[in-house]
């Protein structure tokens, strides 16, 4: 089940991935020999950037595990829900603390740096470093299948749903890699423009799924962890 909603999520997400990453993608240093070669540079590239997303599925489900236990995961997909939406309806009024900001700077500029120099590189296994190093990225999409591997019920589940959620975004992002020479940049900025909506839909996604309403995929409910006490007579 975390492998079809996975990969739904991030297919259905791929629209954001162009929007926001598809400069990346057309500057992908491909290869030009052949028409495989070149596909396969396209797979290695979003492959990387799968294998990213399930490390931090890794992470984080290792934190929902304890939030599970402290019975509060409901909770948590629903202020994430609302987090998104406020931060499209009111934007400006969520903001990071500065020392977070500066951190998280340095971060994006350093693997900035890191993506520039493997860009210039124009080996074939230098696409798949390019996609590990671009799944560390700051990524609204990222940071809300995130939120959602955060609430799995157990910790494999939580990076099955994220690899597979990288997985999702492949067939849009390679088709932006691959047909780099016939996509214009005008297109990408108009997909920029629905980002908005999108998010508000997947908040509103996120609150549904907190209500616990046993509504299959979009609003699951929630499996107590229960104890079984033992005694001895």
Known sequence: MNIIEGFIFGFLGSLHCVGMCGPLALALPLPTKSSAQKATG???????????????????????????????QQWVSIACGVLMILSVVLPGVIKMPKSTNKVSSSIYSSLKKKIGDSLNRKKLSNLLIIGVLNGFLPCGLVYVAISRAVTSQTVNDSVIFMFFFGLGTLPLMFAVAYFANIIKSRFLYQLRKAIPVFIIILGLLFILRGMNLGIPYISPEFQEETQEVKCCH
Do not use: E, H, Q
């Not at 797979?43 to 950037?49: A, D, E, K, P, S």
């Not at 290792?62 to 939030?67: E, V």
């Open 42 to 72: 396209a797979v290695l590239y979003n492959v990387g950037r799968a294998l990213t997303y399930g490390l931090l599925g890794l992470i984080f489900g290792l934190l929902g595990a304890g939030l599970k236990l402290s019975g509060i």
